[in-house]
């Protein structure tokens, strides 16, 4: 069990840049994986990256989507009861609802079926 909630969405200009929380609270497992999607309407949920403390890849607890790395970067508190997602030089196309997921152990999947604890969303809108 785990309680997500995303909060920081808004409107944002075009070369903008935005953070999204993502408070992890109720959790009753440990380690833990949290992730960031994102849904655009009428297409399907994108995998932007995860972090876990338990993953240690090239010295970064995080990895990424190869088209979002970059712009997109995510770091967590060291109790991982927040992590953010900090977007930069946003682009209209960015304009989705940005949910954070979460999935037990240290989890290194870009699929959305490997995580089982999902927020409600926070929509992020691009646009002048």
């Known amino acids: 069990q785990v309680r997500l909630v995303e909060s920081g969405g808004g409107l944002v200009q075009p070369g903008g840049s935005l953070r999204l929380s993502c408070a992890v609270s109720?959790?009753?497992?440990?380690?833990?994986?949290v992730a960031w999607f994102r849904q655009a309407p009428g297409k399907e949920r994108q995998f932007i990256g995860a972090?876990?403390?338990?993953?240690?890849?090239?010295?970064?607890?995080?990895y990424y989507a190869e088209s979002l790395k970059g712009r997109f970067s995510i770091s967590g508190s060291g109790a991982e009861d927040t992590v953010w997602l900090q977007m930069s030089t946003l682009k209209p196309e960015d304009t989705a609802t940005y949910y954070c997921?979460?999935?037990?152990?240290?989890?290194?999947?870009?699929?959305?079926?490997?995580?089982?604890?999902w927020g409600q969303g926070t929509l992020v809108t691009v646009s002048s």
């Open positions: 997921a979460a999935a037990r152990g240290a989890v290194v999947s870009t699929a959305r079926t490997s995580y089982n604890y």
């Open positions: 109720e959790r009753t497992f440990s380690p833990i994986t």
């Open positions: 972090f876990s403390e338990n993953i240690n890849l090239n010295n970064d607890h995080a």
